[in-house]
């Protein structure tokens, strides 16, 4: 008895090719994507426990920093940070404007400096660039983020936030909170479009 051979012909085999084309096209941009945004997430993470840890301790050693100026909040965290080079002179390139003076460079190639003092609302802002000045996006909530400094008022203790405004359920979040957003939910999905809101919906999933 003669068994006939079971094999795809040239034809079935280019179709198989091309089905397995169309989905990698449409599959790999997102993984790309998603991987990519992991990268910041977890940059973002470890570079604001950075800066929460120097800003304790320079809390210790300097006190409440209700009393320090610009100058001072960027020095006393500078002290206490893997520092390599501080840029004091105006020409300096950062990725912004606030931050043309006194940003420090770290060594694993993020920027920081304290960029605003808000007497008025008893608040300063720190601007964060994951990727360092010259490079990256050097946009908010990709590679730039703030993280706030709530300055005590001789009642209350200053405290360091991820967040300038406090989160709102179901809002959209903003740049005053684009950092709490991925410590609390792991993802960056507010830039796809997708509709996420504070506590409703936390993912584009």
């Not at 790309?32 to 050693?61: F, G, H, M, P």
């Not at 400096?113 to 990709?142: A, F, H, R, W």
Request: hydrophobic share 35%.
């Amino acid at each position: 008895m003669i068994k006939k051979s079971i094999a795809f012909t040239l034809a079935e085999s280019l179709l198989v090719m091309g089905v397995i084309g169309i989905v990698a096209t449409l599959v790999v941009p997102n993984l790309k994507n998603n991987s990519e945004d992991q990268v910041y997430v977890a940059k973002a993470r470890k570079v604001y426990t950075e800066i929460e840890t120097a800003y304790e301790r320079a809390v210790l050693k300097y006190g409440d920093p209700k009393d320090w100026t610009k100058a001072q909040t960027n020095a006393h965290l500078q002290e206490f940070l893997n520092v390599k080079k501080v840029c004091t002179d105006a020409t300096c390139t950062q990725s912004m404007a606030v931050c043309r003076k006194n940003y420090a460079i770290l060594k694993d190639g993020s920027s920081f400096c304290c960029g605003y003092v808000y007497d008025v609302i008893n608040t300063s802002d720190l601007i964060v660039d994951l990727d360092g000045p010259q490079k990256g996006y050097n946009t908010e909530g990709k590679d730039i983020f703030r993280i706030h400094i709530e300055l005590g008022n001789g009642i209350t203790t200053s405290k360091i936030r991820a967040f300038h405004h406090t989160p709102v359920s179901g809002a959209a979040p903003t740049n005053s909170n684009y950092l709490q957003w991925i410590l609390d939910y792991g993802n960056m999905d507010y830039n796809k479009g997708c509709g996420v809101a504070w506590e409703t919906k936390t993912s584009c999933k």
